[in-house]
């Protein structure tokens, strides 16, 4: 079954410091990642896909295979970062996009 | 400039009264999905129109229909709505279904 998974329902940090949000998925065949942000009274909005390549907004997000995961990083933590952060799937040639439950980021000042 | 609209942001309808949800875009998208978000749950998609061909998720309760006129609108109508179905319905749209989602607003639908 497709799934995604993140772990972490709160991830509170001070500003400047890493983050890591964590990602795992399960998927039979090569996975279309993304990560979704919703930041407050915002839609959601794509931050990146592991395609592109790209980093934005100083996030990266690199696809391991081996442990099926897409974890996204920044390195220095900034206040408007703070929003909810959802890891999704792409689902065959549908368009679904299988959501984890998602990761509210605090960057606390 | 925005891209996906939908109306209204907040509707409050009474147990087994019809109501519809209406969603708009501008970017001429030829995919349009309805998501339902419950409170603190991830967004669950019900069903899409690639075009006019519409595809509904297996696990969509019949009581959710959905209606796409043109390119431009689509209406998610939810026939006899119970008290489980107070969510926030999302619509978005994309190029094709390998593309980027544009997600609107969100309706806030309570059932009294």
């Known amino acids: 079954a497709q799934r995604v998974t993140q772990p972490e329902k709160l991830l509170s940090v001070f500003k400047g410091a890493p983050v890591e949000l964590k990602c795992n998925y399960s998927?039979?065949?090569?996975?279309?990642l993304f990560w979704y942000v919703q930041y407050s009274r915002q839609r959601l909005q794509l931050l990146l896909r592991?395609?592109s390549r790209e980093s934005i907004k100083g996030f990266t997000a690199d696809l391991n295979k081996g442990e099926t995961s897409f974890h996204l990083k920044k390195p220095f933590a900034q206040e408007e970062d703070s929003a909810m952060y959802y890891c999704?799937?792409?689902?065959?040639?549908?368009?679904?996009?299988?959501f984890g439950q998602g990761t509210t980021l605090q960057v606390k000042p | 400039d925005a891209m996906v609209i939908q109306n209204p942001r907040y509707q409050v309808t009474q147990f087994g009264k019809p109501v519809t949800l209406s969603c708009s875009q501008t970017?001429?998208?030829?995919?349009m999905y309805w998501y339902q978000q419950k409170s603190s749950q991830a967004p669950k998609l019900l069903f899409h129109?690639?075009?006019?061909?519409?595809?509904n998720e297996a696990d969509t309760p019949d009581n959710f229909q959905s209606r796409r006129p043109n390119t431009s609108f689509c209406f998610l109508d939810i026939r006899s709505p119970g008290l489980g179905d107070a969510a926030m319905y999302l619509c978005?749209?994309?190029?094709?279904?390998?593309?980027?989602?544009?997600f609107g607003p969100g309706t806030r639908l309570t059932v009294t």
């Open positions: 129109y690639y075009d006019k061909d519409f595809n």
């Open positions: 970017l001429n998208h030829n995919v």
């Open positions: 999704a799937l792409i689902r065959g040639n549908t368009g679904k996009l299988i």
């Open positions: 998927y039979s065949g090569s996975p279309e």
């Open positions: 978005a749209t994309s190029k094709s279904f390998w593309d980027e989602q544009y």
């Open positions: 592991h395609i």
